[in-house]
């Protein structure tokens, strides 16, 4: 719990020192070891990743994108969630450009250390083997409107358009549909 409060303070400094619009390059950097071995804790990267693409949901829709993002970390990176939620375009709350990370900063501390500590009980849990995930494997997720422009993408062909015959669906959680791969 202390950890979370001086790595946000670090975070919130590193903020008012470069300016929030250098927020993304700031995580990106942080959230890599640096040689003092210090870095952005893996619960509190999933905490404002979870303010950024969660923060309206209730707690099943909350601790389903919370799943999504240990399914992603045990499916293709094997181990560290910090690679799969900075890959490039991965997650919207970390794309430059998008506000509600910058947001978070703002946010009371209180309120960001809430969903730091609810990403540092899920990743407990899955560490020790008693998650129960209400999706299932499930990697993907969108809302309606995101799922909506994926598929006529997808019908159109377009490029960078998702492959719709290679997902299947988990279900719906909140406002967010579940795919797996």
Same mark, same amino acid.
């Given at each position: 719990m202390i950890?979370?409060?001086?790595?946000?303070?670090? &975070?919130?400094?590193?903020? *008012?020192?470069y300016g929030k619009e250098h927020l993304i390059p700031i995580v990106e950097a942080w959230a890599k070891p640096c040689s003092d071995g210090?870095?952005?804790?893996?619960?509190?990267l999933m905490g404002l990743c979870l303010y950024g693409e969660a923060r309206g949901e209730d707690e099943d829709g909350q601790n389903a994108v919370l799943q999504v993002i240990i399914n992603r970390a045990i499916e293709r990176d094997k181990q560290y969630v910090e690679p799969v939620l900075? !890959?490039?375009?991965? $997650?919207?709350?970390?794309n430059p450009g998008? !506000?509600?990370?910058?947001?978070? /900063?703002?946010?009371?501390?209180?309120e960001i250390i809430s969903y730091c500590e609810k990403a540092g009980n899920m990743l407990n849990?899955?560490?020790?083997?008693?998650?129960e995930s209400v999706i299932g494997r499930a990697t993907i997720y969108l809302t309606e409107q995101? &799922? /909506?422009?994926?598929v006529k993408r997808w019908a159109d062909k377009r490029p960078g358009a998702w492959d719709f015959n !290679? &997902?299947?669906?988990?279900?719906?959680?909140? *406002?967010?549909?579940? $795919?797996?791969?």
């Open positions: 950890q979370y409060y001086q790595d946000l303070d670090v &975070l919130k400094g590193m903020c *008012a020192h210090a870095f952005l804790t893996s619960p509190v900075l !890959r490039k375009l991965q $997650f919207s709350c970390f998008d !506000r509600s990370l910058r947001e978070a /900063i703002d946010v009371s501390e209180e849990l899955q560490n020790t083997g008693h998650n995101a &799922l /909506i422009l994926q !290679r &997902l299947y669906p988990m279900g719906k959680v909140g *406002a967010h549909y579940f $795919f797996g791969e």
